[in-house]
């Protein structure tokens, strides 16, 4: 796992099955972003058994093959839409594609667990939304900042058991390196990624509605720039927003492609939730010149001030929730309709934000 490089940042927790070998049979497609492995690595871990991928490129094949040896390489996407034995598709193709795939997936009669950003226009949630009503499939969203931060599912329990309050405001900081160099043809296009805000932008809406309640919100403005990388002109180096929900709770956040070389991750990723009763902040991925650890938790209450870092501590139970949920047919990991407007509102933002010249 790199710390460095936020595409292929994948990590590992300790092995929590909560099904029997070979229970829960699921395949990898579509092998563009390197969170596939994340993905892979937290059903891996939660009891699932890894049995085809599938690219066109043989190179990355070759690669997730290393990775994980005992994956079979199908011949082509239909020979996993046709094993009875899959239930779930796990992908990472290029954003503007994964909602096709998906779709494909659903009409195969298997659950489609995707990285984010799900969709890259309103008229894909739109087609997302009909094929979950029809087939009865998941169309799940590796949002991994929340679910793959043990930091983030603490202060989740935290929140859920009042410890702050009523939430009335998140504030968000994505920061991120953009290593150019390592980077795909995708990656500057801008109808390809979507823009910054869907892109990276919708894990900022998904924790704003998750810490806060919301069931849905309202874009109130947004922004985006290219201040540094005027060589790849579609490229968006900077975002911001502001929201409000349903409940009444607010939220700002910024998100950006200019990390400096000089931080030892890929990004300071921040939160801090504030509650009619005090406040959390979450340092997910370093604690600044202070501690190259991450999930750091600042908690500030009535009874006093505290700092924890739960680093290996907390695990991911999203993973385990996930197989469940598609073995019962349950829907205790992530709602649908959370997933969808996640993105459905990071997507307005995209939309109509103000391009800073």
Known sequence: MSSRDGMNYAPTGK???????????????????????????????AGGVLKWVYDEDPAKIAAFRKTYPGVREARSLEEILEDPEVHMVAAAAIPADRCGLGLRVLAAGKDYFTDKPPFTTLEQIQEARRACRDTQ???????SERLHSECAVFAGQL?????????????????????????????????????????????????FLYFAGCKDAKVVQSKVANYHHKQYPEL????????????????????????????????DGRTIILGTEGYIELRKYIDVARD???NHLYWVDGKGARHLCVDGQVGYPFFGELILDCLNRTERAMSQEHAFKAAELSIQAQRMAIRIE
């Open 15 to 45: 092995p929590k099955p909560v099904c029997s070998p070979g229970e829960f049979v699921f395949a990898a497609a579509g092998l563009e972003h390197g969170h596939i492995y994340g993905m892979c690595n937290g059903l891996l871990e």
């Open 137 to 143: 499939r998941k169309y799940m969203v590796y949002y």
């Open 159 to 207: 929140v859920r058991e009042g410890a702050i309050g009523r939430v009335v405001q998140l504030i968000g900081a994505g920061p991120h390196r953009v290593n150019a160099p390592a980077r795909p043809d995708w990656f500057f296009r801008k109808e390809r990624y979507g823009g910054i805000l869907c892109d990276i932008g919708c894990h900022q809406v998904e924790q």
């Open 236 to 267: 968006e180096d900077f975002g911001d927003a502001s929201l409000i929900g349903d409940n009444g709770a607010t939220c700002y956040f910024r998100v950006d492609w200019l990390t400096p070389d000089g931080l030892g991750v890929w990004g």
């Open 292 to 294: 190259r650890r991450g």
